[in-house]
C-alpha cells in the first residue's frame, strides 16, 4: 500500500540553523513527491516538487529512491518559515486524475 | 485573483442534522476534490470529480456525498453528521492532463457537531 510517513510531528530549531524535514514513502512505482506548507491561519500550498528540482524560499528536497526518502532541506532556517509542512506522494486515480496521499505532517518552529 | 473559495469557514451543525459545505473556484479546473482533515491528521481524500465524474474513496462513509453542478461549483453533503465528523474540510483543484498537477488548495471550512 502506499503509504508517507514523516516520523516527526513537531521540530524546533534556532533561526540560522539548518532544517531537514524528514519524509519517507512506500510505493512499487516511480514516485512523483511533493511537499506542501500551511502557514498560520492560511491555506495549504504547494512549496516544491520533486520533478522541478527547484529551490523554494531557499529549501529543496531531493528524492532518494534508494532510502525512499524526499527529505526537504534548508541551510538557514528564518522565522518566517515556522509552519506546518506535509509530504505528499501522487497517485494515479484513474479516469485521467491524480490524487494526493499526504504525511501526516511536521510542524516547524524556528526559534529567534 | 483565481482562486478556490470555501463558505462557510467555521460550520457548526447539530448531531444527525444535515449539512452542506461549497466550494468554488475560479482555475477553470476540471477537478476538484474534498478532503477531510481531523486535528493532528493528515489530510484525507473523500471523493474526486473529473469534470462530471464522480470518484469516491472506498473507504469514504455512505453519509458523506458530493455534488458538482457545473464546472465552478462543488458540494460536500453530510446527511447525518456524527461528532466523529467534526473535522476541517479541504477542497482542492486541479488541472487534468498533466502528471505532476499542482492541487490548489482552499482555505477549508472547519465543522462542529454538537
Known amino acids: 500500500a502506499q503509504r508517507v510517513t514523516q516520523p516527526e510531528k513537531l521540530l524546533s530549531v534556532f533561526k540560522g540553523a539548518p532544517v531537514e524535514l524528514k519524509c519517507n514513502y512506500s510505493?512499487?512505482?516511480?514516485?512523483?513527491l511533493f511537499w506542501y506548507v500551511q502557514y498560520s491561519r492560511q491555506r495549504l500550498q504547494l512549496l516544491l516538487r520533486h520533478i522541478s528540482r527547484e529551490s523554494i524560499k531557499g529549501f529543496t528536497a531531493d528524492l532518494n529512491k534508494g532510502e525512499t526518502s524526499f527529505h526537504l532541506k534548508k541551510p538557514f532556517a528564518q522565522e518566517e518559515d515556522s509552519a506546518m509542512y506535509y509530504c505528499a506522494l501522487l497517485l494515479y486515480s484513474g479516469a485521467g486524475s491524480y490524487q494526493l496521499t499526504f504525511g501526516k505532517g511536521t510542524k516547524l518552529s524556528v526559534i529567534p | 485573483d483565481a482562486m478556490v473559495i470555501q463558505n462557510p469557514r467555521y460550520q457548526v451543525t447539530q448531531f444527525g442534522k444535515p449539512v452542506t459545505l461549497s466550494c468554488s473556484q475560479t482555475?477553470?479546473?476540471?477537478?476538484m476534490y474534498w478532503y477531510q482533515q481531523k486535528s493532528s491528521q493528515a489530510p484525507k481524500l473523500l471523493f474526486h470529480?473529473?469534470?462530471?465524474?464522480?470518484?469516491n474513496e472506498a473507504d469514504t462513509p455512505d453519509n458523506f456525498q458530493s455534488r458538482r453542478p457545473n464546472t465552478s461549483f462543488c458540494f460536500l453533503d453530510i446527511r447525518s453528521p456524527g461528532l466523529g465528523d467534526a473535522a476541517m474540510y479541504l477542497c482542492?483543484?486541479?488541472?487534468?492532463?498533466?502528471?505532476?498537477?499542482?492541487?490548489?488548495f482552499g482555505p477549508g471550512t472547519r465543522l462542529t457537531v454538537l
Open positions: 510505493y512499487s512505482g516511480s514516485p512523483e
Open positions: 470529480y473529473y469534470d462530471k465524474d464522480f470518484n
Open positions: 482542492a483543484t486541479s488541472r487534468v492532463g498533466e502528471r505532476s498537477d499542482t492541487q490548489y
Open positions: 482555475l477553470n479546473h476540471n477537478v
